[in-house]
């Protein structure tokens, strides 16, 4: 077997001049190539190889995905995970019930002993990264179809993923960037025994709920505690109660020291999905179509919820994490479409169009091989766009309406058994009864009816050429009265929990006949056959050719745009972003400063409120002061703003300083700056993250976790 080497002739060819504004999500191990003489210049005291290196201990080794939705940072050698509340939250909620309320009361465990398990919930270190482009492309030629292409691509994976050298623990993944121009080879190590620490109650970890969130300033103490548990050997393990605390090679080092403006900051996660350089049309579909449609959609379903959970104490533990999820993507589109168009976000990227076609007729080989791109793009754009707006509304109805999703699930039953018989029917049995058990807990048909009431109507509106049509049909004989209509299908039995997970526990056959026969599984199954026969096959191959399109555009960009930084497209692996401590002006006239404190807690508070209610103890601290080694001059700081290029998976990243120390923990952006996925603007994008001490005083005074203090490393200077 050959060892993977890391070959970076492949990368040559895209290199581009050094990054001049502090965009971009790097690759940790082209660092030291690419930008660490602009980090020493903006302040970083440390080198490259402090960051990532694969010989001896780094930064890196403290970095984990959190669950593969979140980042998190080793911060004890006994294995002690620090990431965002929100990360930490369906755990949270999970353990919760209306006599130990975790998310209304946080949770302290004492001693190891009192930790908790969290089933599914996984860390994942990266051991190391390697370039693989020349491997997996080798065999690929210009003149192959898009299939043979992938097939020659995917036996390259296969083949490399084997022959790659690994420990017996590790695992490995391939992933391409640049819309898979270049490829790289991530070797992980998995923990699968995460267990839950310590959270603060909601109103600090989530302190400002909706209203504050993607919003400066900010005020939320943002943060959840975990911890790694392995083997008697250190090795991963699933979970065992025989299973000990993880013993961290490598856990940061955390400052006390706090930060002021200008200050070099970088953050080191898991960026999940960004689109920086898609081509303008495709911009102006998501800020004229594709994000209100959503948008709309779930203001409707937000409405619904909210006034459930505000009266009901039970409704509000079960939707919470449903109703933050659905909200968080729904005001980061407010957002996105708001600083979008405010910026021209599309007319930038047209006029940058046309310097690039300018160039690119200028010269005759570039032109040969580039000169239709820009036209191609438009024509295939035109195209899909009935097409993708329809993918939305369906995405959007399947999920926001609990009977459709339930009714999918369920129906793999059916699909299952119809392709491999009772076997494969028992294969997806397990798999279908754990996701209904974590359902049903979180489950009200009332609150679903009414989902459905509001949510359907867009769907039967809009959409004309893709609904099913029984479904209008019945609309219109229900005088449009959506209520009648949710009327009959809320009488299936699959809103039953028990009489669900009781006909489950007959034979396949009985099985599979009633649900056959259940109005939910025929409502969702009417649905989707009429989305696959409308839309999908007709979606596929125009999205399979944009592919292809943006592939070839991408690679041209670097080609021709050579002034231009490039720097891979988030997708869920391991980068860093660096910046500066940094204020900014959100509108004419209004500067925002760095950090928030306190005092600003203070100023929100409205007793008994849902959103920005402040639990005594905290208002007690205040008053006296009491804010131990965390504090500076009688102010205890909160959050601060950077100028870090981060994007959602970023969440519970750790933020580090000059020297490599923890200051700070990310969770979101500024409300200006959310578009930063697809135009990033050095003047009013900024990541927003606790400050540290913030963390640290809440652990230690507030909650009086002295245990966990005692764990960790605290530098003061
Ligand atoms: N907007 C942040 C992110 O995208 C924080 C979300 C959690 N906070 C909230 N109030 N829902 O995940
Ligand atoms: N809150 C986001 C997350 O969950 C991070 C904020 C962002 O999108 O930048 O990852």
Redesign the pocket.
Known sequence: MKIVRIFVTAFLLFIVVAAKADEGMWLPQLLSKLNEDRMKSLGMKISAKDIYDINSGSLKDAIVSFGG???GSVISSTGLILT?H??GFGAIQNHSTLQNNYIRDGFWAKTYSEEIANKGLFATFIKRIDDVSNLILKGVTANMSEAERQSVIDKNIAEVRKNAIKKPTEENFIRGFFEANQYYLFTTETFNDVRLVGAPPSAIGNFGKDTD??VWPRHTG?FSLFRIYANKENMPANYSPENVPYKAPKPVTISLKGIKENDFTMVYGF??RTNEYLYSDAVRQIVELSDPVKINIRTSALQVIDGFMRKDELIKIQYAAKYANIA?AWK?WQGEVLGLTKTNAVNKKLLYETEFQKRVNANTGLKEKYGSILNDLKTAYNEIEPYSLARDYYGEIINRIELLSLSANLNTLITSYTKDGVQGYEKRLPIVLDYLNKFYKEYNSTVDKKLFEVVMPYYINQQSDFVFDSISHEFLLNDKSAENLASKYYKSMIIDSAATLNLLKQNAVEVITTLQSDVALKLFTGIQSKYQTNVQEKLNPIQAKINVLQRTYMQAQMEVMKDKTFYPDANSTLRLTYGKVKGYYPRDGVYYQYSTWLDGVMEKYKPGDYEFDVPEKLRDLYAKKDYGIYGVNGKMPVCFIATNH????????PVFDAYGRLIGL????VWEG?M??INYDASICR??QVDIRYVLFIIDKFAGAKNIIKELNLVKK
Request: negative net charge; charged residues 15%.
């Open positions: 939705f979140c980042t965002n929100h990360c969130n993607w943002d960026p999940g968080n980061k981060t994007t959602g998976g970023n969440s519970g990243s990310n969770f979101d952006r959310t930063s996925d990541n927003i």
